[in-house]
């Protein structure tokens, strides 16, 4: 099955930097590959999400690469802000499937300080 | 997200009781799942269903019992309940249109459950 790897588990930036973290997958059927959001104690939300067919997607201050050939995907977030720090999972579907499956990679804790 | 409930959105029990977590869902999404997440595995899927009266497995599916008689309603059952289940359980539904298999899936607020 798909295995998803997700790095770094922390990251601690100072207000204004920029943040990024990578993701790696096995499936080379993959074809989507989602990035949520989970605030302390709250559910985990969609923020960004790649499909196979481009290689960026940009919305505002965030924005995530996908490389297929590496099988490799990133969330980069600009100008980060206080009310950014939180778990940030990668995912990416089973290839091949109709299920809509998602595969987590184990989050990364985002802080950021004022 | 008002759209998918669980409950309850705690529970305490002990070891070796059946517990039942609901997961209720209003946009009739034909894809529900079931995850549990313990610190360093993220969210590890337990149970999926692409419609009722199918159901499958995920990557973490022992001593987890699920049933889908409606579209709206995705229990999970833990048949007899060990310490190992302590977890936050999250149930998550997302829609398949226009021959896509891939959509955003929303997620409840979650179930926390306490196993001593």
């Known amino acids: 099955g798909e295995n998803v790897e997700q790095h770094p588990s922390t990251l601690s930036v100072q207000e204004g930097d920029s943040a990024v973290i990578k993701c790696t997958y096995s499936d080379s059927a993959s074809n989507y590959f989602p990035w949520y959001k989970q605030e302390l104690g709250k559910r985990p939300q969609l923020i960004i999400d790649i499909r196979s067919n481009v290689?960026?997607?940009?919305?505002?201050?965030?924005?995530?690469?996908l490389n297929k050939t590496a099988k490799h995907f990133s969330l980069h977030?600009?100008?980060?802000?206080?009310?950014?720090?939180?778990?940030?999972?990668?995912?990416?579907?089973?290839?091949?499937?109709?299920?809509?499956?998602?595969?987590?990679?184990?989050?990364t804790i985002l802080t950021v300080h004022p | 997200d008002a759209g998918i409930t669980q409950s309850p959105r705690y529970k305490i029990t002990e070891?070796?009781?059946q517990v039942t977590l609901m997961c209720h869902q209003t946009w009739s999404?034909?894809?529900?799942?079931?995850?549990?997440?313990?610190?360093?595995?993220?969210?590890?899927?337990i149970?999926?269903?692409?419609?009722?009266?199918?159901?499958d497995?995920?990557?973490v599916p022992d001593g987890y019992v699920v049933s889908r008689s409606k579209t709206e309603n995705f229990p999970l059952t833990l048949e007899s309940a060990t310490r190992s289940q302590t977890s936050v359980y999250f149930c998550a539904s997302s829609e398949f249109a226009g021959g896509v298999s891939y959509n955003e899936?929303?997620?409840?607020?979650?179930?926390?459950l306490t196993v001593l």
């Open chain 1, 77 to 107: 977030i600009t100008e980060t802000q206080p009310e950014d720090s939180a778990v940030y999972f990668c995912a990416a579907n089973a290839g091949g499937t109709s299920y809509g499956k998602l595969t987590f990679g184990q989050g």
């Open chain 2, 15 to 17: 070891t070796g009781r």
């Open chain 2, 105 to 112: 899936q929303f997620f409840g607020p979650g179930t926390r």
């Open chain 2, 57 to 59: 497995k995920g990557e």
């Open chain 2, 29 to 45: 999404h034909s894809y529900m799942f079931w995850y549990r997440q313990d610190l360093g595995h993220g969210l590890r899927l």
């Open chain 1, 55 to 65: 290689g960026e997607k940009k919305d505002q201050r965030i924005a995530v690469t």
């Open chain 2, 47 to 55: 149970y999926y269903s692409a419609a009722a009266d199918i159901t």
